[in-house]
């Protein structure tokens, strides 16, 4: 009888080991499946960033040609305004100092 017994609670023993290896096993593919799940959350984000970064610098490049067309702009309207000051200056000039008409003969 006590060896019925033995082995009834070596057959226990055997069972509950296989339980508690079960257990590890679910429990190491527990980890692996949060472990994956966790990265695939980061490669996503990292993407996500990265085309953040992209956007970011096309807009940059946006605002800085948008800056030269502007900055080409002023110059243009500066030269206007001086072009303009430059007539006037001649059109005084006339009035102060008239040309001599060369067609004219004199007698």
Same mark, same amino acid.
């Given at each position: 009888m006590t060896r019925l017994k033995s082995q009834q609670a070596l057959e226990r023993q055997a069972e509950e080991f296989r339980r508690r !290896? %079960?257990?590890l096993r679910d429990s190491v593919n527990i980890k692996g499946n949060a472990s994956s799940a966790l990265e695939?959350?980061?490669n996503a984000k990292e993407n996500a960033a990265r =085309? +953040?970064?992209?956007?970011? =610098?096309? !807009?940059?490049? =946006?605002? %800085? /040609? !948008?800056?030269s067309i502007r900055s080409e702009i002023e110059t243009e309207i500066d +030269? $206007? /305004?001086l072009n303009e000051e430059s007539r006037r200056v001649f059109e005084s000039f006339e009035d102060i100092c008239p040309k001599p008409k $060369?067609?004219?003969?004199?007698r």
């Open positions: !290896l %079960d257990a695939e959350v980061v =085309r +953040t970064k992209q956007q970011m =610098r096309e !807009l940059q490049e =946006r605002i %800085d /040609g !948008l800056a +030269t $206007l /305004g $060369l067609w004219a003969v004199p």
